[in-house]
Every structure is written in C-alpha cells, then in structure tokens.
C-alpha cells in the first residue's frame, strides 16, 4: 500500500502563494487518484481538489477554483498543490490523500492519508 507524506505548508501573508507537495513511497502514485483536504480549527475536514491517475480529470471545491491548482508528476511519485491569492480563510492543516476508486471529492472514498501540512495565511 502507498504511504504518503506532505510537506511545503507555512506561514504567509494574504494574497501570497505556497505550494504543498505531497510524495509516496510503497506503491506507484499513479495507480491512485489523490485529493487535497484541508481542516481547520474546530471546523470538519473539507474537499480542496482532486485529480484523477492520469490528470485527465481535476476537480476543486468552489472557494479555491480559479486561485489553486492541483497537478501531478507520476514518475517522480508527487502531487502539488500551487495555492495563489491565499486569504486568512484558507489556514488550515492541509492533508493529502488517495484512492484507487475513480476521482471523487467523497472524503470517505479515500483510504490513505498522510499527516498533514500546517498553512497559516495572516492578514
């Protein structure tokens, strides 16, 4: 099975940009279809965006559309998240995770998780 592991997160100002990465050893990454979730302080954890084996199929959730972009590097076993216009609403624990059923933004479809990437967007 895949273990998967984020790192990149950190602290920003309101309209900065990071880009978190997530790597996976144990098995080839491109048997899976990998999301991005985010929680936050006292909130569930919610969809950011997804992206299918072979990035034929993205999906994001409504508030990052058009300002985060999910991509993927199958040979080197890495998905990136480029976060652009970060707004203090978007701090978060930002954790990776995959699926070998179809791309879904279903939190529940997914069985493997790394632990996580802290972003901090001040104002």
């Known amino acids: 099975q895949v273990q998967l592991r984020e790192s990149g997160g950190g602290l920003v100002q309101a309209g900065g940009s990071l880009r978190p990465s997530c790597s996976a050893s144990g098995r080839a990454l491109h048997d899976y279809a990998v999301a991005w979730f985010r929680q936050a302080p006292g909130k569930d954890r919610e969809f950011v965006a997804a992206?299918?084996?072979?990035?034929?199929?993205?999906i994001y959730a409504d508030s990052v559309k058009s300002r985060f972009t999910i991509s993927r590097n199958n040979p080197e076993n890495t998905v990136y998240l480029q976060m652009t216009s970060l707004e203090p609403e978007d701090t978060a624990v930002y954790y990776c995770?995959?699926?070998?059923?179809?791309?879904?933004?279903?939190?529940?479809?997914?069985?493997?998780w790394g632990q996580g990437t802290q972003v901090t967007v001040n104002a």
């Open positions: 992206i299918s084996r072979w990035a034929n199929t993205v």
């Open positions: 995770a995959a699926t070998l059923r179809r791309v879904t933004r279903d939190l529940g479809q997914y069985d493997y």
